[in-house]
């Protein structure tokens, strides 16, 4: 009479089931209970060991930043075209740099409507501009009176649009040397924005 199958009898192998690890050595073949209890063992457990050994899966919640929305300007800031030094002495300056350095020196060229004498040393990725007084009315002549050895006056950027950065800076409060552009030592229009917006530091922007 066959025996029949029953749940109870997954946790513990019927004697036919013990028998069937020998049929290897004497012969015999497994029963169906056997073979019934072993498929079942295997079966789950392999789905146990993988339910343990499986990698937890973590769901990662993805943040979206939302995009601020940055105003949109109708001028852009461009290269650095050059660093300004005030000298006491510009012939003793362009030597420096001419003789003593090796750069390309500029003659010198001056500009009353600014009130400067300018020498330019070229530099390769900028320019070094040298400013001696002209006048009485000069900046620069102030300039050295506060610092007698001289130093660094100001720097200049260029800007694609300069009637456009005028127009901003205004609405931002930045303080503007001078009503319109005047002509800089390079021929185009520049303007001087107040040192005191500026961090301490006198910033002369040139239409590129």
């Known amino acids: 009479m066959a025996m029949l199958w029953k749940e109870r009898d997954r946790e513990r192998p019927p004697k036919e089931a013990v028998q069937a690890y020998r049929h290897g050595?004497?012969?015999?073949?497994?029963?169906i209970e056997a073979t019934r209890f072993?498929?079942?063992?295997?079966?789950?457990?392999?789905?146990?060991?993988?339910?343990?050994?499986?990698?937890?899966?973590?769901?990662?919640?993805?943040?979206?930043?939302?995009?601020?929305?940055?105003?949109?300007?109708?001028?852009?800031?461009?290269?650095?075209?050059?660093v300004a030094i005030a000298v006491p002495n510009l012939?003793?300056?362009?030597?420096?740099?001419?003789?003593?350095?090796?750069?390309?020196?500029?003659?010198?060229?001056?500009?009353?409507e600014h009130g400067v004498y300018t020498i330019f040393v070229e530099l390769g990725?900028?320019?070094?501009?040298?400013?001696?007084?002209?006048g009485?009315?000069?900046?620069?002549?102030?300039?050295l009176q506060k610092n007698k050895a001289g130093g660094m006056h100001h720097i200049c950027i260029e800007v694609d649009d300069i009637k456009a950065a005028m127009t901003e800076l205004k609405e931002k409060k930045?303080?503007?040397?001078?009503?319109e552009p005047k002509i800089g030592a390079h021929g185009k229009p520049v303007i001087f924005l107040h040192p005191k917006d500026c961090d301490g530091v006198l910033v002369e922007l040139e239409q590129a």
């Open 38 to 82: 072993f498929s079942y063992n295997f079966e789950n457990g392999l789905l146990n060991r993988l339910k343990t050994t499986a990698p937890t899966v973590r769901t990662l919640s993805v943040s979206h930043t939302l995009t601020q929305k940055v105003p949109c300007s109708l001028w852009k800031l461009g290269r650095l075209n050059h």
């Open 25 to 31: 050595v004497t012969g015999q073949s497994p029963s």
């Open 125 to 134: 990725n900028t320019k070094l501009e040298l400013l001696h007084p002209l």
């Open 91 to 112: 012939e003793k300056a362009q030597s420096f740099y001419k003789s003593v350095l090796g750069a390309q020196v500029s003659e010198t060229v001056p500009l009353p």
């Open 136 to 143: 009485e009315k000069s900046p620069i002549a102030g300039f």
């Open 174 to 179: 930045i303080r503007i040397l001078s009503e």
